[in-house]
């Protein structure tokens, strides 16, 4: 027999399944869940705000349910901020939360400052109420005490030490007939907007040591943002720039890493670089124009363009490693090396001398579109010199106007190309055609301050141990 609901006994069930959506659960066996149960700040800088995190809060039940607070159990003391769907904290009392729908709860931390040279850990706690029950969020933050520069001009010598870290907010400019010096184990963190510009000298002393390297890099200690390529503009050596030095220096993140415009006055190499890596700038790591520059074992990785010189200058490179792959942060579609004797500066081609040798070094690339890792351009009748001997290559087509001499074309097999960023290894695996191949030279170490082999060292910056 088939059973008839008559419009009456229909409209009748609508009404109570609507009325018991509608009216306010009180019983304590009332479910609420949060999305997490801790919420982690990695290291923040004292005295600067915090990025803002976020977690839910879900009300499980069919009815609607009143969240009588939410809470700091810091109160207005605490270092952390609370904002619960628009209404702000410390304490937000009597939301209504309807059946199976959520809470946002948007949280950020600003640190106070103190003369603490270690980073620092502080807590605190949410505290949920509701129906006569309690919850809770942890959070915790690492906090680092700082000096802090903004839109800073040094017009004196200066000296930079590692005992605490540099925040660099704003323009940071090095006047000419001026010196800075960083010293071992200094760390710079630069914000978005933070580029240095050096129209004096900058020297940089790291050593071999991580501790004692020092670190250039942007500001964004949390994940995910402290691997993201161009977080920083870059470290501009401008044209009166002169008898600029980087010693175990570490350059991650920037828009493009160092800049060099103009010869030296006086001759003489203006930009010196030994035992450094540039790490995933966003486009060039290093771009020269018409300038001067010496690398010695020095890595340029992952970079939208690694190493761009143009219109002429003078240049040397020994047991340097230029290597880019594809990885999550950008496709690998540039050579690792453009080296020019021109630039087109509205529509005019301007052409200049141009002397760059390249002894000892690996120039590599994968998982993109490069078919040729070096690309030299030779324009007009300016002088033009440019030498490749004992390296490793990826090439088809090798220019006839260049020197070519004991160049292998073959995967260097690097310990680790894993494909994410932060996990590349570009030391040299075992069995790499790069392992004996080099030619001596007077570079007895290695990027990481290891000795090489006498008369036949390993191609690269890195010697296999």
């Given at each position: 027999?088939?059973?008839?609901?008559?419009?009456?006994?229909y409209?009748?069930?609508?009404?109570?399944?609507?009325?018991?959506?509608?009216?306010?659960?009180?019983?304590?066996?009332?479910?609420?869940?949060?999305s997490?149960?801790?919420?982690?700040?990695?290291?923040?800088?004292?005295?600067?705000?915090?990025f803002?995190?976020?977690?839910?809060?879900?009300?499980?039940?069919?009815?609607?349910?009143?969240?009588?607070?939410i809470?700091?159990?810091?109160?207005?003391?605490?270092?952390?901020?609370?904002?619960?769907?628009?209404?702000?904290?410390?304490?937000i009392?009597?939301?209504?939360?309807?059946?199976?729908?959520?809470?946002?709860?948007?949280?950020?931390?600003?640190?106070?400052?103190?003369?603490?040279?270690?980073?620092?850990?502080?807590?605190?706690?949410?505290?949920?109420?509701?129906?006569?029950?309690?919850?809770?969020?942890?959070?915790?933050?690492?906090?680092?005490?700082?000096?802090?520069?903004?839109?800073?001009?040094?017009?004196?010598?200066?000296?930079?030490?590692?005992?605490?870290?540099?925040?660099?907010?704003?323009?940071?400019?090095?006047?000419?007939n001026?010196?800075?010096?960083?010293?071992?184990?200094?760390?710079?963190?630069?914000?978005?907007?933070?580029?240095?510009?050096?129209?004096?000298?900058?020297?940089?002393?790291?050593?071999?040591?991580?501790?004692?390297?020092?670190?250039?890099?942007?500001?964004?200690?949390?994940?995910?943002?402290?691997?993201?390529?161009?977080?920083?503009?870059?470290?501009?050596?401008?044209?009166?720039?002169?008898?600029?030095?980087?010693?175990?220096?570490?350059?991650?993140?920037?828009?493009?890493?160092?800049?060099?415009?103009?010869?030296?006055?006086g001759?003489?190499?203006?930009?010196?670089?030994?035992?450094?890596?540039?790490?995933?700038?966003?486009?060039?790591g290093?771009?020269?124009?018409?300038?001067?520059?010496?690398?010695?074992?020095?890595?340029?990785?992952?970079?939208?363009?690694?190493v761009?010189?143009?219109?002429?200058?003078?240049?040397?490179?020994?047991?340097?490693?230029?290597?880019?792959?594809?990885?999550?942060?950008?496709?690998?579609?540039?050579?690792?090396?453009?080296?020019?004797?021109?630039?087109?500066?509205?529509?005019?081609?301007?052409?200049?001398?141009?002397?760059?040798?390249?002894?000892?070094?690996?120039?590599?690339?994968?998982?993109?579109?490069?078919?040729?890792?070096?690309?030299?351009?030779?324009?007009?009748?300016?002088?033009?010199s440019?030498?490749?001997?004992?390296?490793?290559?990826?090439?088809?087509?090798?220019?006839?106007?260049?020197?070519?001499?004991n160049?292998?074309?073959?995967?260097?097999?690097f310990?680790n190309?894993?494909?994410?960023?932060?996990?590349?290894?570009f030391?040299?695996?075992?069995?790499?055609?790069?392992?004996?191949?080099?030619?001596?030279?007077?570079?007895?170490?290695?990027?990481?301050?290891?000795?090489?082999?006498?008369?036949?060292?390993?191609?690269?910056?890195?010697?296999?141990?």
């Open positions: 027999m088939r059973t008839f609901f008559t419009p009456f006994i409209i009748a069930l609508i009404a109570l399944f609507a009325c018991s959506k509608e009216s306010l659960l009180t019983d304590s066996g009332a479910r609420i869940t949060t997490l149960d801790t919420l982690h700040f990695d290291t923040l800088f004292t005295a600067t705000g915090s803002t995190q976020k977690f839910t809060i879900k009300n499980q039940n069919d009815q609607k349910l009143n969240i009588s607070s809470r700091l159990a810091g109160g207005n003391s605490s270092v952390f901020n609370i904002n619960a769907n628009g209404e702000p904290g410390p304490s009392t009597n939301m209504e939360l309807g059946a199976n729908d959520s809470i946002h709860v948007f949280v950020n931390a600003t640190l106070p400052s103190g003369q603490q040279q270690l980073p620092f850990i502080v807590q605190d706690s949410i505290e949920i109420n509701w129906n006569g029950n309690v919850q809770w969020v942890q959070l915790d933050a690492w906090g680092q005490n700082a000096r802090y520069i903004r839109n800073g001009i040094i017009t004196e010598n200066t000296s930079w030490n590692n005992e605490l870290p540099y925040v660099i907010q704003g323009a940071l400019t090095i006047s000419e001026t010196t800075l010096q960083v010293n071992e184990g200094t760390r710079i963190y630069l914000h978005a907007d933070a580029v240095m510009f050096v129209d004096g000298s900058i020297r940089v002393k790291g050593d071999s040591a991580a501790k004692d390297r020092v670190v250039f890099s942007g500001d964004r200690l949390d994940e995910p943002y402290k691997n993201f390529p161009a977080s920083w503009p870059g470290i501009y050596l401008r044209p009166k720039s002169s008898n600029n030095l980087f010693e175990y220096a570490i350059i991650n993140n920037a828009y493009q890493a160092i800049i060099t415009e103009g010869q030296q006055a001759g003489g190499k203006k930009l010196t670089m030994n035992q450094c890596i540039i790490n995933n700038a966003w486009d060039a290093l771009l020269a124009v018409n300038s001067s520059a010496e690398m010695n074992n020095s890595l340029i990785s992952n970079c939208g363009k690694n761009q010189l143009v219109y002429g200058g003078n240049y040397s490179f020994n047991h340097c490693t230029l290597a880019s792959y594809s990885n999550i942060w950008s496709v690998h579609k540039d050579p690792v090396l453009l080296v020019s004797n021109m630039i087109k500066i509205n529509e005019q081609v301007l052409t200049a001398p141009l002397t760059a040798n390249f002894t000892n070094t690996i120039f590599w690339g994968d998982g993109g579109t490069v078919e040729n890792e070096v690309v030299a351009i030779k324009e007009g009748d300016a002088s033009y440019v030498s490749f001997s004992d390296g490793l290559w990826k090439m088809v087509l090798i220019p006839s106007y260049i020197t070519v001499l160049m292998i074309n073959t995967d260097p097999l310990l190309n894993s494909g994410i960023e932060y996990a590349y290894d030391r040299l695996a075992d069995g790499s055609p790069a392992i004996d191949k080099g030619s001596n030279s007077s570079l007895i170490v290695d990027l990481d301050g290891k000795n090489r082999k006498n008369g036949q060292p390993d191609l690269g910056a890195y010697e296999k141990q």
